[in-house]
Structures are given as C-alpha cells and as structure tokens.
C-alpha cells in the first residue's frame, strides 16, 4: 500500500486536494495522508472549505500561521520535515503555487522523497510575484509534474525538465466544481443576499501589488463605486484586504456606499453559487480566471500578466487597468458574451488521470 502525503495550505488549495483526496482514498493500492500547513487558519478560509469540499479532518495539523515569506517558507519547511521524516510517504504532492506548496517541495526533495507537483508549468513572467517564485522552484525539484494545459508542458520543456516528468492531467479544479455542482446549484447565498435577480458583480482581490498601497487601494475602491453605478457589486473581502481598507481608511467609504456589499470570505459552496448567477466579476485571483472561463462567465483581471493566458486566448477572461474598469463593465453589461469555450481536459476526469499517473510511477 502506498502512502501518498497530501499538502493542503491556504484556500486556493483545497479546490485542488479535495477531488485527489476522494481518488486516492477510492483506490486499493494506496493511502492518502491529509497535511494542512496552517498557512490560511481562519474558520471562513479553510475550515468551511473542508467541510463544502467534504475533506476530513487533516491527520497531521502543522499551525504554521501568518508570517513574512521566509518565515511561513521555513516554518513549514521546519514542521514538515519532521513528519515526512517520521513517516516516510512514498510519494508527496504539492498543489499550486502558495509558500506551503515550494516549502514542502523543498523538503522532499532533500529527504529524497519523491515530489509531484499538481498545476505544475504556469509561468506569469513576472518574477515580482511571489507565486511566481514559488513555481519555478518547485517545478525545478519536483519529479512529477502535472499540468492543466500545454502552455504549462511548454515551459516546462524550455526549462529543462525532461519530458518523461511531465503529464498533461488538465485542470482539477474544474472536478471539484463538478462534483458540488448540485450543492452550488441549490445553495441560496445570491438570494439572501438579495441579488438574485439583478445585475451583479462579484469582486475578490488580495494580491499585494493591488491592496499593500494606498493609493492604488484607494483609487480601485473609487472606481469600484463607479462601477456600482451600472451594477450592484458583492465584495467577500479577504483578511489582508480588510486589514489594508481598515489600515488606509477605505472601508467605511466602501461600506457607505449602498449599492456595494462588503461581507466575509464565503466558503466555497456560497461563493461558486454567487458567482454561478454573477453577470462578470472582478478579481485578481488565479483560479477565478479559470472557474469563469469553464462557467463561460466575463471576467475581468485587475493584472498587468497572468500564468493562465488560455483563460484570455479561449475563456471569457481579459487583464485590465482600475482606470479602464467602468468601460469595461460597460462593455460587458452591453455587449454579448465574448466567444470562449472550454479548454481540453477541462472536464472534470483530472483526478482518474493524475491517478493513473501516479499510479504508473508506483508500479512502473
Ligand atoms: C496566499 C498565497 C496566494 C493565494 C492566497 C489566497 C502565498 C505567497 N500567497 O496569499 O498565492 O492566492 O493565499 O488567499 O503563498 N490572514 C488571516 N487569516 C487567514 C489567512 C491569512 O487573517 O486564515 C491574513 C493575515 O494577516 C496574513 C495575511 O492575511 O498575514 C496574508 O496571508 P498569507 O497566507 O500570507 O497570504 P495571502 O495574501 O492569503
């Protein structure tokens, strides 16, 4: 029996564990080993999505917590080495992007346990990104890479990984929307917070580049209130998001405003049901990007660059400026829906694939 560690760290994460999580707990020749790192604690970030994503609870809790980069970075490294150490997995797999995702990279890597990497391949270009750092390093260590879409195979061919460690799973988070899709469906979270039946759009933002600074801040939160104008607005506002607006004193003028509501971080189910029913959002997520494009839904980017560009080639998605957003949501509130469609292995069959690929590398 095979045992395979599991990273989950922050929220973006658990979209991606959950549906790998119920394919490996399914299969007879191995053992899922559930890791949460601490990195993302609060109820709303991380708990709720256990329990939308029907996660159990993890065998192993590191409660590593907030921190600057180095310190969560070998914070995790710390407590994962001694558990990794201790209890010898045969394979580890990190998910995504996040400082939990290189950290524990990093420490199979040296314990020379085999590493696979899921959502391996996406480049920004843009190396201001701490993600982006994030991804170039553990894709460079890991053994295993699984990518979403080819552009990842590409970049991973150019930096010299060779091609034997490189399988196009496609995008797993699309199996997790898949398979709540009937929770999603049936959730009631656009209608209490009665948008129902409007025109609404839905905001998320927490890169550092859009939120650390007041001015660029406060000049998104002004034409956010334009952007109220044509459409209400719903705003789950991540916690360092609501630490900045408190910190620059933007959240009062956003609250004011009524047709803009700010409210908590929403678990998974409630927010993939406002989004469902959303006529665009506004964000500056990476899988939002991606949930869009699959839900054929507008989605506007407040980035300069993004690692999921088949999301702007095929899906519905475009980068854009603050100053250019009450345009564009003209644009989209009056024009039809931009042509996309859905990338290939965009279908919910990820997880029987990576699977398979592990499952190959167990027994080759
Ligand atoms: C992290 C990831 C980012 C991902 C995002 C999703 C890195 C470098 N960044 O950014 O890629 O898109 O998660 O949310 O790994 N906080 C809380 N409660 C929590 C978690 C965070 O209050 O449960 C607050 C803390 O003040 C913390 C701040 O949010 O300092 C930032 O959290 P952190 O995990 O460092 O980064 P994120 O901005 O969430």
Redesign the pocket.
Known sequence: MKKIHLIA????NFMKIAPLYHALNDAAWCHPVLIHTG????AN??AAFFADLKLPQPDYHLEVG??S?AE?TAGVMVAYEKIALADQPDWIVVV??????VACAMVGAKCWIPVAHLEAGLRSGDRRM??EI?RILTDSIADLLWTPSMDGNQHLLREGVEAEKIDLVGNIMIDSLLMRSAEIEADTTAQQLAVADSEYAVVTL???SNVDQHAVLANICEQLIEVSKQCQIVFPV???TR?KLHEFELMARLSATDRIQCVQPLGYIQFMNLVTQAQLIITD??GIQEETTYLGIACLTLRDNTERPITITQGTNQLIRADQLYQRVTDVLSAPAKASSVPELWDGKTAMRVLASLHQRCFP
Do not use: L
């Open positions: 760290a922050a929220r973006p990195q993302h604690y609060d970030m991380s907030s921190g980069h969560q995504g992007d996040v400082n939990s995702t701490p993600e994030n927490h890169r550092p991540h916690p360092r630490k997520s990476g």
